[in-house]
């Protein structure tokens, strides 16, 4: 007496393919590849901890052409969520001050933002081949 039911909650018409859902979706799987990278990322740790054997046996492991597809698909989805984060959405989430001094206009965030990144990758490759020591 005196209560009403209320509809259980519907979909958007749009859901999932339609509109910025499918960008949101695809957007949030990569937490997979985050997670599975961090745990290769523990396996290799442990294998670092238990002597050149183990290490050995990682490095053959990750010769399979599974990891290699899997690694590959990985830098592929971490490339598209890098440019849609850092590219996309930092001139948008610029403020408005930076103590006295404004920020730089919207238009140029993504370019600083997109020279950094490929400084950084840079910089990594040339540690990695050991060019700079």
Request: aromatic share 16%; hydrophobic share 55%; net charge positive.
């Amino acid at each position: 007496p005196g209560t009403t039911r209320t509809a259980p909650p519907q979909m958007p018409p749009k859901f999932p393919t339609g509109g910025r859902y499918l960008s949101y979706i695809a957007f949030g799987a990569t937490s997979f590849f985050y997670l599975a990278i961090a745990l290769l990322v523990l396996r290799i740790t442990w294998a670092l901890g238990n002597g050149p054997e183990a290490w050995a046996q990682v490095q053959t492991g990750f010769q399979n052409p599974i990891y290699i597809g899997f690694h590959a698909i990985a830098l592929v989805v971490f490339v598209w969520a890098a440019w849609r984060f850092l590219i996309k959405l930092s001139g948008k989430a610029q403020p408005k001050k930076i103590g006295p001094l404004r920020p730089p206009p919207a238009e140029l965030v993504p370019f600083a933002a997109a020279a950094g990144w490929l400084a950084a990758t840079a910089l990594v490759i040339i540690v990695l081949w050991g060019i700079f020591p």
